[in-house]
């Protein structure tokens, strides 16, 4: 191609390629996975639905459901040397590298020989997606309880996705209202077009790079601050403020100088992400088994006053980093969680890729120094 477009930076407003997983309409404040509003799924679905559909292109059938569910019970373990490298990462690393090498590493031990060919076939990438579904919670909850110097507690091959992570985390089964918030939040964080994360992960798959490495990139770019970060600055600032009554001149001192709120704005969405709704309400409905009324406070009084001052709305980051933190979940642990549910969009995505495949590597502009006057020969001796 000889015409070259010079695309604004951050790549926004340009649409890079067709995609058939979700559609996110910002105009009508609107997501949809494979043509159902994800609020839809989220009232009416289970995660382990919403995760069939994404990669298998449409909801399951009761039988379907049934054996989608029974794999991903099954492939819950965890290898002797997986557990082994879990035991050994520094307690005080980042917890997304914690996930991300331990992806990393099973990655290994599924795939000894790489085979671009295989790579590219819809049903390999279905089952490796299906084995990361399995584990990647158990790699997190091994690697949470490890940080705290706690046993880990080996999953259970009876419970759902959601209530197996609670009790590979803490040894118990929490509240109905509260298994199923997080199961809401799985649902929601699912899958969200061209972000980020899930570029990466295409990008990736475009030089017929396998699965796992893909995934683990995805990981990389979501443990960002301005992506899959969002979450866990939420809760630190709500916990920094302390006290609702204090929230309105809290919100007013950081527009004031100027300073970027965590969990509010959105490249895609102007007038507010139409997750939120739904994680609100979940939220608010765990709050007071969780005696958590006073974060569902301040979140309307920073939401108001955002929204009053400049425009700006929640997104979806907003109410899990609350919902999440009355959970009983670590702060530095939001982010993993985000995790579990997007390798579901991921796969969905990279099999997407990898079934109509053109590499992708834009141009760039020169802005460096003017070329230089050759070096005389010999004079870096
Ligand atoms: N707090 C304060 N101001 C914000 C803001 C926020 N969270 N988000 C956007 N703005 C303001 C910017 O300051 C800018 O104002 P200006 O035009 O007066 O300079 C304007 O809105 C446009 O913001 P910009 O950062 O250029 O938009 P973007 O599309 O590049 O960024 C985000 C989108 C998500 C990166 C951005 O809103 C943000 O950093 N949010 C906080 C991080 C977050 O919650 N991330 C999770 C995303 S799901």
Redesign the pocket.
């Given at each position: 191609m000889s015409e070259k477009i010079k695309a604004p930076k951050?790549l926004?407003g340009v649409i890079v390629d067709e995609t058939k997983v979700s559609k996110v309409m910002p105009e009508i404040n609107s997501l949809v996975y494979r043509g159902y509003p994800v609020q839809e799924l989220a009232e009416l679905c289970s995660f382990e639905e919403v995760a069939y559909l994404l990669v298998h292109e449409d909801l399951p059938t009761q039988s379907q459901l049934h054996d989608f569910a029974a794999k991903e019970k099954k492939y819950r373990g965890l290898s002797d040397h997986l557990q082994q490298v879990i035991a050994l990462f520094p307690a005080d690393a980042h917890p997304m590298d914690k996930v991300r090498t331990g992806i990393s590493y099973f990655g290994m031990e599924d795939k000894l020989i790489w085979d671009p060919d295989s790579d590219r076939d819809p049903q390999t990438n279905r089952d490796k997606f299906m084995l990361l579904l399995a584990k990647i919670p158990t790699i997190i909850a091994y690697a949470y309880r490890q940080e705290k110097g706690q046993k880990p507690i080996p999953p259970s091959d009876t419970l759902s996705f959601s209530e197996n992570f609670f009790y590979m985390c803490f040894g118990e089964v929490p509240a109905p209202e509260v298994v199923k918030a997080f199961d809401v939040s799985m649902i929601l964080y699912a899958e969200h077009s061209f972000?980020a994360s899930t570029f990466t992960t295409r990008v990736i798959t475009s030089t017929l790079s396998d699965l796992y490495s893909a995934v683990v990139g995805g990981v990389g770019a979501l443990k960002g601050?301005?992506?899959?970060?969002?979450n866990e600055?939420?809760m630190h600032t709500m916990l920094e403020i302390e006290d609702p009554g204090k929230a309105r001149q809290w919100m007013l001192d950081?527009?004031r100088e100027?300073?970027?709120?965590?969990?509010?704005?959105?490249?895609v969405y102007t007038n507010g992400?139409s997750r939120v709704p739904t994680m609100k309400k979940y939220m608010q409905q765990m709050a007071s088994s969780k005696k958590g009324e006073k974060w569902v406070d301040m979140y309307e009084i920073l939401e108001q006053t955002?929204v009053e001052q400049?425009g700006?709305y929640p997104?979806?980051?907003?109410p899990t980093g609350p919902a999440y933190y009355m959970m009983g979940f670590d702060i530095q642990w939001f982010t993993p969680l985000f995790v579990m549910s997007r390798i579901t969009g991921w796969s969905a995505h990279i099999i997407e890729q990898a079934a109509d495949n053109r590499l992708i590597r834009p141009l760039s502009e020169y802005t460096g120094v003017a070329q230089r006057s050759p070096l005389p020969v010999g004079s870096r001796k």
């Open positions: 951050g926004a972000n601050p301005l992506h899959g970060g969002a600055q939420v950081a527009l100027k300073r970027k709120i965590m969990g509010f704005g959105h490249r992400d955002m400049k700006i997104n979806l980051d907003f």
